[in-house]
């Protein structure tokens, strides 16, 4: 092949001089015989090199082609099975659209059911109430009827003090009735506030959360209006107060006398405290018993009526958390660790979720805030008058000392820190430094708006 080619290129390629001319010179090349067969072998070469390339670039295009065509059938693949999942999840949606339906069906059954039983114990609850407080009022004007006619012999005078002391037994009886009433009812109408939000939840859609626990305690009456509630509706909002007038005010003696009376048996030196009111004055004289039907009263100027207000609300009337369960009593109780008798000086209040706010049961000023041995992390606060209380085991302190709060401000959370086998609040009432029962404050609100007008 290559001697035909070296022919061919003889015999197309003249024995001929060939003239190259540069720029400015002229230089003559004279091709051999050789040559033309040269320049065949170098044609060949290049013309087998361009259909290397040409062949290389071919079976390179249809490689790619070839990537492609998998790549869009993958595609495709992937595509079908897209749409087949999405049919099924359009499936199951409209499967989980009708259960809802059904469980809303369901929830509006259940909430309107519950809403009926619910009413029904408020109503109940509501006439018990009634009844105690009916009971109250008839042993309180008793016991005033009593201390006004005391008799002036010894061996009556004490067969009077027996009998008021009898009444008065009764009083309390009656008293921690009332306020489990009206604890009882508060709980049935949180519960009838749920129950309403539930009620009403498929119209407000997912969006809107229940009410929370905190938003509860704040909307929530308090112990001195949960027994009104009980025998009323709530009525309407008060018009701005008014000046108080430049006049003495009127205070009625019985129930003053019960307040003071309440006071006293949780260890604060009411006699003291109140003779800063002009409420204890010198007196004496003869008995003389007063017509029937009359009821004494105790004069006020306003400045000492306002700081006998001022006194009552810096007492702590009220437990520092909502909904609470007392889990260890205040007095002796068998020590939780070592199975010792031993005296318990304050309430355990719990069955409320962990950090649970804990709440100052009255203003004052902290005092104490942090760390302290068994009662772990704790707040104390100073109410003035000799008043103290203490939250103790907090899972974290929120004020500090020197800080003025609040009645009702939140001081922690409720934690088990400290000596404590689970989450609750040690809550204590130290008078003059020595603790009393903390029971014995919780509820007297009621007693707030009836002694002072």
Known sequence: MVSDLRTWGGQALPKAPVFVRPRRRVTLLRLSRRSPGLLGLTGACI????????????????????????????????????????????????????????????????????????????????QQVAASQAAVASLNARIAEWQRTMPQSAPQRAAATAQIGKMEAELRTET???????????????????VSFYSDWPAQGAESPPPSADAERQSAPAPADRAAAAGAAAPAPAAAPQPMPPKAAAVEGGKLVELQRVLASAGVDVGHIFAQFGTRRGEGGPFIPAPNGQTPTTTLTPE?????????????????????????????????????????????????PFMTPVHATAAGVVTYSGY?????????????????????????????????????????????????????????????????????????????????K
């Open 47 to 126: 013309g087998a090199a361009a259909i290397g390339y040409l062949a290389i670039g071919y079976n390179a295009k249809s490689r790619l082609i070839g990537e492609q065509e998998a790549i869009l059938a993958r595609v495709e693949r992937a595509n079908a099975a897209l749409q087949d999942e999405l049919a099924r999840l359009q499936d199951r949606s409209d499967e989980t659209s009708r259960i809802l339906s059904e469980a809303k069906q369901r929830l509006a059954a259940l909430t309107a059911e519950a809403q009926t039983r619910l009413q029904q114990q408020r109503s109940n609850l509501q």
């Open 176 to 194: 921690q009735r009332q306020q489990q009433l009206a604890a009882a009812l508060a709980q049935i109408e949180k519960r009838l506030q749920q």
């Open 372 to 452: 302290r041995g068994d009662y772990g992390k704790m707040v104390e606060i100073d109410h003035g008058n000799g008043l103290h209380t203490r939250y103790g085991h907090l899972h974290r302190c929120l004020v500090a000392v020197g800080q003025k709060v609040e009645a009702h401000a939140v001081v922690g959370l409720l934690g088990s820190t400290g000596r404590a086998t689970g989450p609750h609040v040690h809550y204590e009432v130290l008078v003059n430094g020595e603790p009393q029962n903390p029971a014995k404050f919780i509820g007297l609100e009621r007693l707030v708006p009836a002694a002072v």
């Open 304 to 352: 000492k009526l306002a700081l006998l207000q001022h006194l009552l609300k810096s007492l702590p009337l009220t437990a520092p958390i909502g909904d609470y369960e007392i889990e260890s009593p205040f007095g002796l109780r068998r020590d939780p660790f070592n199975g010792r008798t031993a005296f318990h000086s304050g309430l355990d209040l719990g069955g409320v």
